[in-house]
């Protein structure tokens, strides 16, 4: 989750748009890990930071298109 959280802030320094991607793959991680481990609060606040993020990379998509 880490490395993959340095590549997100790597590209989003770029302002490349495969950052939502990379970032949605981490959230879904997290999701995941969070409800494994029974931190169900922090779960479903992922949750709502991945539905965000999936808002972003549409938005910009949109944009740059």
Do not use: P
């Not at 989750?1 to 320094?13: D, F, R």
């Not at 029974?38 to 539905?51: D, H, L, Q, R, S």
């Amino acid at each position: 989750i880490m490395v993959l959280s340095v590549t997100g802030v790597n590209l989003l320094s770029n302002k490349y748009i495969d950052t939502w991607l990379v970032w949605i793959t981490v959230d879904v991680l997290c999701v995941i890990l969070f409800f494994i481990t029974g931190i169900y609060i922090i779960g479903i606040e992922y949750i709502v930071v991945t539905g965000i993020a999936t808002y972003g990379f549409f938005n910009w998509k949109k944009i740059m298109s």
